[in-house]
């Protein structure tokens, strides 16, 4: 984006090894974009040889994990080894056995949290929400979305811009509707510099509870923008469902229903979707982690209480795997096959090779696949034709995932995962588009760009 480099919060490509399987020439894939991309094009510092695991984590060498799970689950004490560490452990509550973590009760939790809480999640501050609802955050979005539209506006563009049709911008998991209030905002102000009518911008909240949606619509500071016609707002599961119907404007965003390109804005939603837990562990064998959900408690009368998950005692286990993981994902299987593909030969190779104990630990993958299966639903809405905006905490450097580990769950009233940036800049790449990265590695927010210019032709398809 060359309106990337004009503001203040800016996105840069990542300077990680790339996915080894096909992407676009990005010049020649939009022609609007050259000139940012070449901006940006410096080569990034190397990455460290070596990278600390995440706060939170215990890094297991190979040795030590495979005393600890033995047949691939979690051992029983000994007699003596229970009688070394004092008084037995209490009962625990087996919620559900060992199965794949996407489908996992962990996310009915989850669910259960935010419908029972609703919007006091946010205004009780049980839920983090500071770093990604204020206005500076808000005006920075505005910019990058600012800058597509100007390179969208260019005639050499692949994703032109029809003014006579709404340009939607989609947020999904908008919560308390404060971000959205402060980027509605900052495009408004702006409209005298976006090359694009300010009217035709139609900027969607969406949530999958009905509690948000009775806060939004009877919100004070709302009902401007709702009279103009560029708010609405719409109950949305970002993990099931494939269309949304917009209460105001009374019509509904399908696949094939819109001719501008959508922007999709994710703000720490991705890391409360689904996730599947991988390793590759030496030399290059894929596993898969499956997970049992229990509590701490003996006995759980309610198993979808909120308070579950104060008290969250999970267990995980690893299987082999094959690259054919995922059947059955909308014609997304090639993309998530040749993501599991790369990792497992990067990984495989380097720790295979390497005299650096660090690397020959293996490493812990979480795919973000709910996160990737929303963005294919949504994204068929205009014809693979978009732009998606997301902050959230989370990775985009491989490196990070070195060492074999159970994955970090954070309890903060409900819970979140890391976001694996890197594996859906994989997805997009895989699909002909591109991602740009925030490049700071320590950075508590991660916010990354991902572009598409719409789906190849069926034989282009078919080649790659």
Not at 125 to 145: D, M, Q
Not at 310 to 317: A, P, Q
Not at 367 to 394: E, H, M, N, Q, Y
Request: a negative charge; aromatic letters at 10%; proline letters at 7%.
């Amino acid at each position: 984006f060359s309106g990337l480099l004009g503001a203040r919060f800016v996105l840069l490509r990542c300077g990680s090894p790339r996915p080894s399987f096909r992407g676009p020439d990005v010049n020649s894939a939009c022609g609007c974009l050259r000139e940012g991309l070449v901006a940006m094009s410096d080569p990034s510092p190397p990455l460290p040889q070596s990278t600390p695991s995440m706060p939170g984590m215990h890094v297991l060498s190979i040795s030590e994990q495979d005393r600890r799970q033995g047949d691939g689950g979690t051992p029983a004490r000994t007699a003596d080894a229970a009688g070394a560490a004092g008084p037995p452990l209490p009962e625990r509550c087996v919620l559900e056995d060992f199965t794949r973590c996407s489908q996992s009760h962990l996310w009915k939790l989850m669910m259960s949290f935010y419908d029972r809480k609703g919007v006091e999640s946010w205004s009780q501050g049980i839920v983090p929400h500071f770093i990604t609802c204020n206005s500076f955050i808000g005006k920075a979005y505005a910019k990058v979305l600012q800058g597509f539209i100007s390179d969208c506006a260019k005639p050499t563009s692949a994703l032109r811009l029809d003014p006579q049709e709404p340009l939607y911008i989609i947020e999904l998991g908008a919560g308390s509707g404060k971000f959205s209030f402060f980027m509605l905002k900052a495009l408004v102000e702006m409209k005298d510099t976006l090359d694009f009518p300010i009217d035709k911008v139609v900027y969607v909240m969406t949530d999958f509870t009905e509690n948000n949606f009775n806060f939004w619509k009877d919100h004070p500071e709302l009902k401007p923008y709702f009279e103009s016609g560029q708010l609405d707002l719409a109950i949305f599961d970002a993990v099931s469902d494939t269309s949304i119907r917009l209460a105001n404007r009374g019509i509904t965003l399908e696949a094939g229903s819109t001719r501008n390109p959508i922007c999709i804005v994710a703000n720490y939603l991705f890391d409360t979707l689904y996730h599947d837990i991988f390793q590759v562990s030496v030399p290059g064998v894929l596993k898969e982690g499956l997970i049992s959900v229990g509590s701490k408690r003996s006995e759980e009368p309610d198993p979808l209480d909120p308070e579950i998950i104060k008290r969250l005692d999970n267990h995980f286990r690893y299987n082999e795997i094959s690259d054919e993981y995922y059947q059955e994902e909308d014609g997304d299987e090639v993309h998530y096959r040749r993501i599991l593909h790369w990792y497992r030969d990067f990984f495989g190779t380097s720790v295979a090779s390497s005299n650096d104990a660090h690397e020959r630990t293996g490493a812990s993958i979480l795919l973000p696949i709910g996160a990737l299966r929303a963005l294919r639903r949504l994204t068929a809405f205009s014809g693979g034709k978009c732009l998606v905006i997301s902050g959230d905490k989370g990775n985009n450097n491989p490196e990070q995932f070195r060492g074999l580990m159970d994955p970090h769950i954070a309890v903060h009233g409900s819970f979140s995962v890391m976001v694996n940036y890197h594996a859906i800049g994989a997805y997009f790449t895989s699909r002909g588009g591109f991602a740009l990265h925030n490049p700071q590695e320590e950075a508590s927010l991660k916010v990354s760009a991902f572009v598409l210019t719409g789906e190849p032709s069926a034989p282009a398809a078919a080649a790659a």
